[in-house]
């Protein structure tokens, strides 16, 4: 059973579903982010999302565009995303990755599948990359034993919801509005939609990210979703000033909000 | 007709192109894909496009010889496409009316476009304009800068022009605002991309628009008496470049030159010459050659023309390069703005800088290939944009004016 699917399961099994957490590495620095990554494993995340920064990133709004520009200002590389898997495998969550294609291409998709499984990841979520684009990284990827989580929009054809939950292991990441990463008010039916689609797809587990950023849309969402990702409202806390103590309060609020549901 | 390289389908030429696309877009390219595959079948479309080229871009554009430039290309012959005769100064405007009327056909109302130099942000306000389309150009805050009179125009023209304050500040960071727009808004809006590059269908949507350029000088050169020994045109993305080759892809003796922009030089790593100094790699949708670091993070690129400063490279362009088909040569700054005085200076016509470095590419094959040879240079754009950079370039500002 892959790391993803038993902390699934354990959380199923404490009643409840996990969040997961997402935060650029090398933001505002790489020892500052990996301390971030921590305190996001002591505040209640089950599973941290780790993103290398990239110069071009199409799906991210402005917050995480800041926070990946500043990182690479920074000098931070793809090899930093590794020691931040390994960070926070050792804090006790669950790592995964986000990373857009050309850090992956530029490394090799092998290589790329065995350093994160050497480095103790679990799997890849893929902003621009959809299965039937890259067929080489899904058999890397199976070949490692690291799952690959695909994204599914509002937009997704039936066809092609089908394709995408088929080549997705781990969970299926559904972007619930049409739209770059980033904070919004209402979620609620858009959301819904999108993961009972992708569940009637064959859709083991549906995670919905893009968009959440308080505890009580955090407690709407895992009434129906089967996980709640969190990026842009935890990158904020932290800030250009690296506020452990305000990411803290707010991965605190989130947890609870994912805890309180049903 | 098997084994012809003209109108490559895509999605693929050779291992380069594809869709690196975010999942949410791709319907939408689905949707456009399957539209332009219908509307490029379907005669009304073709008729209703043949008629804005004739009467509203005023196609076919001419040839012109240019003796007195030639003189400095080592005797060769020399004629240029005139592309910059088109309406709003550019080939840009031979893209943007077809997808403008793909846009109607999609029944979408808003377009969103990138510009670097301004001129396919001009082109696309103005078909927005003639078609009733609401407009939003996106551009990089350093090209507004340098190219603040097209910044004017496309307002004129009704579009509204967001600067992009993010990255490097040009084109690439122009496109990546444009994606995510295009992801928000995908519903109502279609994307008018103005060059071969990015997913699939644009590459060779974008090439078939301009293929005309080429469908016009290959029967205009046979009527004046043969085809050229070499096509020579600027690649920035590579539009205007592809356009002027493909109807030459199967003329073996036709040798087709992309002339990419070597800024201060490549040894110096400040430059845009994609195909000499860059290596395959993602950017914007597709798998072509891109300037990038050992991580693959996109290199800023630099080049005195914005509108071919850009770290990438239309995929079939790539593909082009690497089955040997086309040689893509290195044009500095300097070599560009050299030809940009000759060609005024000899000749009466200010091309666009962009285009300059095709017209660098004619002096050196010229050299090379001296008397009895016969070169078509595609004049991409006119240069009334590029006037107060020019004079600045060559000191010809007022006294306190020329200093930036």
């Not at chain 1, 990182?71 to 495998?89: I, P, Q, W």
């Not at chain 2, 070499?230 to 592809?242: D, E, Q």
């Not at chain 2, 800088?353 to 004049?379: F, K, Q, Y």
């Amino acid at each position: 059973m892959s790391a993803l699917a038993e902390v699934f399961d354990a959380c199923q099994a404490e009643g409840r579903v996990p969040l997961v957490g997402y935060l650029p590495v090398g933001y505002p620095d790489v020892p500052t982010s990996l301390a971030a990554m921590r305190v996001l494993v002591e505040a209640g995340c089950d599973i941290v999302e780790i993103g290398p920064p990239y110069s071009d990133p199409v799906l991210d709004g402005p917050v995480i565009q800041h926070a990946a520009a500043k990182a690479l200002e920074g000098g931070v590389k793809v090899d930093d995303a590794f020691a931040a898997v390994r960070a926070v495998a050792e804090a006790g969550a669950v790592p995964v990755v986000m990373s857009y294609a050309n850090l992956m291409l530029q490394r090799g998709w092998s290589r790329f599948a065995a350093d994160l499984k050497a480095a103790g990841g679990a799997g890849v979520i893929t902003p621009d990359l959809t299965p039937d684009a890259a067929p080489e990284w899904v058999e890397a990827a199976r070949e490692e034993g690291v799952d690959t989580i695909f994204l599914v929009a509002p937009s997704t054809t039936r066809e092609r919801m089908r394709l995408t939950c088929d080549a997705s292991t781990g969970f299926v990441y559904a972007t619930p509005l049409m739209g770059v990463t980033g904070e919004r008010a209402a979620l609620g039916d858009a959301a819904q939609r999108v993961v009972s689609e992708a569940r009637a797809a064959g859709a083991a587990r549906v995670c919905i990210g893009v968009g959440v950023s308080t505890g009580a849309q955090a407690t709407e969402i895992a009434g129906f979703a089967d996980g709640v990702i969190v990026g842009t409202a935890f990158v904020r806390a932290l800030g250009d000033e690296g506020d452990l103590e305000r990411l803290r309060a707010k991965v605190t609020e989130l947890a609870e909000g994912v805890r309180a549901a049903r | 007709m098997t084994g012809s390289l003209q109108e490559a389908p895509g999605p693929y030429f050779g291992e380069f192109g594809g869709r690196f696309v975010p999942e949410a877009l791709m319907a939408a390219l689905d949707e456009l894909t399957d539209a332009y595959d219908k509307a490029r079948i379907d005669p009304e479309f073709t008729r209703e496009l043949e008629r804005l080229a004739r009467e509203y871009t005023g196609r076919p554009s001419i040839i012109t010889e240019v003796p007195r430039f030639a003189a400095h290309c080592g005797g060769a012959r020399v004629l240029l496409k005139r592309e910059d005769l088109n309406h709003t100064g550019s080939h840009k405007i031979n893209n943007v009316l077809g997808q403008a009327l793909l846009t109607k056909r999609l029944g979408k109302s808003r377009v969103i476009a990138e510009t670097g130099a301004g001129q396919h942000g001009v082109a696309t306000a103005t078909a927005a304009a003639l078609m009733g389309l609401e407009c939003v150009i996106y551009m990089g805050e350093e090209d507004t800068e340098r190219q603040s009179l097209n910044v004017a125009r496309m307002r004129l023209l009704g579009a509204e022009v967001i600067p992009v304050a993010t990255g490097t500040r040009t084109l690439r960071d122009a496109i990546n605002e444009a994606f995510r727009d295009w992801v928000a808004n995908v519903e109502t809006t279609n994307y008018v991309f103005g060059t071969a590059a990015g997913p699939h269908p644009f590459p060779a949507m974008v090439r078939d628009f301009q293929r005309v350029i080429s469908v016009e000088s290959r029967a205009q050169m046979l009527e004046l008496g043969g085809l050229p020994d070499a096509v020579l045109a600027c690649v920035g993305g590579g539009s205007n470049a592809i356009g002027s080759f493909d109807a030459f892809l199967d003329d073996a003796g036709v040798r087709l030159i992309g002339c990419e922009a070597a800024g201060d030089g490549v040894e110096t790593g400040r430059h845009a010459a994609t195909l000499t100094g860059g290596r395959p790699g993602i950017l914007h949708g597709s798998m072509s050659y891109i300037l990038q670091d050992e991580d693959g993070q996109t290199q800023p690129s630099h080049s005195i023309s914005a509108g071919l400063d850009y770290p990438g490279v239309g995929p079939e362009h790539t593909w082009l390069s690497s089955i040997g088909r086309a040689e893509y040569w290195p044009v500095t700054d300097a070599e560009a703005m050299e030809a940009f005085r000759l060609l005024t200076r000899t000749e009466g016509i200010l091309p666009a800088i962009e285009s300059a470095h095709a017209l660098a590419g004619a002096i050196r094959l010229g050299r090379e290939l001296g008397p009895g040879s016969t070169l078509l240079v595609t004049l991409s754009g006119r240069g009334d944009k590029d006037v107060e950079q020019a004079a600045r370039w060559f000191e010809m500002l007022p006294e306190g004016e020329g200093d930036a």
